[in-house]
């Protein structure tokens, strides 16, 4: 078989289209396992309903208040759909996941399993369950670039750069400022925070809803590459998991770093061997479990 | 008697099922230090973690400069001007020298701030970009200290500061301590060198079992050294 560096760079560039979907998703459920030891199960399902708060955004909300015209664009989205869903975070954190925090974290996992399996339900009662276009993609993004060896989308290279942007300013955040050493510390010791003047238990909804609005913004990112449908979460969670548990729960940089790779050997793998594409992370995953349990980046306990 | 900084009536603290404290009455006076000595497992430990709002349930009353705390989150009993240093100190792993002195946040005026710190601790100015469990024990204690006189706090709660650290550095934080007792702090010691304390407290409360069983001042102490030494089943 010949593999010629066109089509092996092609294969890449859109596996690194992939896995930066991955690595802001499982960023997100970093970020949450970290301080709130919860498996955040409903994280797709949440992704899956950004996606729609930009597609029924784009067609229903016009019509909806009684205004034909508007239509809420492709930008607005990538703002209002995370704060939605980060709202809805901070809305169970307060009511249902904070009741938990003193039980062992396989009642936050049902919990948020249940969510989701309760969103997904409701969804695809009312929506297509093969999908739904989004045709609210913006002028300036359309078209392709040369990047020399491929022409590549100007969408996806935006997803790519922006994505990269949000990963890793979080990753800044968290790592390199006060507000991330109250983050690090509640993660280490919650109480001690606490008796240090520190309001941590704001402090825990408030990341858990940047956490889901992280979701949510991939979820605009994903709608007009993907088509919308009530089961785009689930099928990516899937391999969301798969990425976190390659990488190790609660590493921030990991998260970032094996989301990336991870979409990149799929890609490649697509190139060498396209029907294995599809498992070839959970290959990964088996391996990487018998050989260091804890994760790439995570820490033995 | 000076002005009451803390005063406890009647408290009660709970961990899940078990009943930890019965009952205790004390009071410390503005720029007073004061030690709770007993035997492990007597509720020394629990008393300062109630007064911070660190046990599961407590009840009664505990008043901070006359305001009332028993029904406030943690957070907000902190700022009234509690500085905590806990047993084992507390240094956060994840975070360098700096961040863990940076990290309480300031609650009052007239904390020192980090250039006077680092000169009362030199060593801390030398290291503070290593991560905070890298410090060697003596070090870390140094640090758990320097980082709650930087918010203001003038009440604090210090839970076995000398525990496992050699004799040289056990000096240099009684010489801390009494240092802070000029400055006007007001100080409530939990400590199993008993020596340590006697040197430094203007009274001791002796605890059993959950409950106050005697208050000894510094004079009475002499008289006392044998009624002590039986509470401390020495």
Request: glycine letters at 12%; one cysteine or more; hydrophobic letters at 50%.
């Amino acid at each position: 078989m010949e593999l010629s560096f066109q089509t092996v760079m092609s294969q890449v560039m859109l596996g690194l289209n992939n896995g930066v979907f991955y690595a802001i998703l499982s960023l997100g459920l970093a970020v949450i396992f970290g301080l709130l030891n919860i498996v955040n199960f409903v994280h797709g399902a949440l992704y899956m309903l950004g996606a729609y708060v930009a597609l029924l955004g784009y067609t229903m909300l016009g019509p909806l208040l009684g205004k034909p015209d508007f239509h809420l664009n492709y930008w607005a989205a990538l703002i209002v759909a995370p704060l939605v869903v980060g709202l809805l975070g901070v809305g169970v954190e307060r009511t249902m996941l904070r009741r938990l925090r003193k039980f062992d974290h396989l009642y936050g996992l049902l919990l948020t399993f249940g969510l989701a399996l309760i969103i997904q339900g409701v969804f695809t009662n009312y929506f297509n369950v093969s999908g739904d276009a989004y045709e609210a993609k913006p002028e300036a993004l359309n078209g392709a670039v040369n990047l020399g060896f491929m022409m590549f989308p100007k969408y996806r290279l935006w997803v790519i750069a922006i994505s990269l942007l949000v990963c890793f300013a979080t990753w800044f955040v968290i790592e390199r400022t006060k507000l991330g050493s109250y983050l690090r510390a509640g993660t280490e010791n919650p109480e001690l925070v606490k008796a240090f003047g520190v309001n941590v238990p704001l402090m825990i909804t408030l990341t858990y809803g940047y956490g889901v609005a992280l979701a949510a913004f991939a979820g605009v990112l994903a709608a007009p590459i993907y088509s919308v449908s009530p089961v785009m979460g689930s099928e990516m969670i899937i391999t969301v998991f798969a990425v976190v548990v390659i990488g190790g729960m609660g590493s921030i940089m990991g998260s970032i770093v094996t989301g990336l790779l991870l979409g990149m050997v799929e890609g490649f793998t697509k190139v060498v061997y396209a029907p294995a594409s599809s498992t070839v992370i959970f290959l990964i995953m088996v391996i990487v479990l018998l050989v260091k349990p804890a994760g790439l980046f995570g820490r033995e306990s | 008697m000076p002005e009451e900084m803390l005063r406890i009536k009647d408290l009660h603290a709970f961990y899940d099922e078990s009943h930890i404290l019965h009952g205790i009455d004390l009071s410390v006076g503005e720029g007073e230090v004061v030690t709770l000595l007993g035997r492990n497992g007597a509720g020394r430990t629990t008393i300062l973690k109630a007064i911070i709002g660190l046990v599961g349930r407590r009840s009664g009353s505990i008043t901070v400069k006359g305001i009332e705390t028993i029904g406030m989150p943690t957070h907000r009993i902190a700022r009234l001007g509690i500085g905590y240093c806990p047993e084992e100190r507390g240094i956060f792993a994840n975070l360098t020298v700096e961040e863990n002195l940076l990290l309480p946040r300031v609650i009052k005026e007239g904390g020192m701030p980090l250039s006077e710190l680092y000169q009362m601790f030199p060593n801390l100015q030398e290291r503070r970009k290593s991560m905070g469990t890298r410090l060697s024990g003596g070090e870390q204690q140094m640090l758990a200290m320097a980082r709650i006189l930087r918010t203001g706090a003038k009440l604090l709660l210090l839970d076995e500061i000398t525990e496992g650290l050699a004799p040289v550095i056990v000096q240099t934080l009684g010489l801390l301590i009494r240092q802070l007792k000029e400055k006007g702090f007001t100080i409530v010691l939990v400590e199993q060198n008993f020596h340590f304390a006697a040197d430094l407290a203007d009274r001791h409360y002796v605890i059993d079992r959950g409950v106050i069983a005697d208050m000894i001042t510094r004079d009475e102490l002499p008289s006392n050294t044998e009624k002590l030494n039986h509470y401390l089943g020495v």
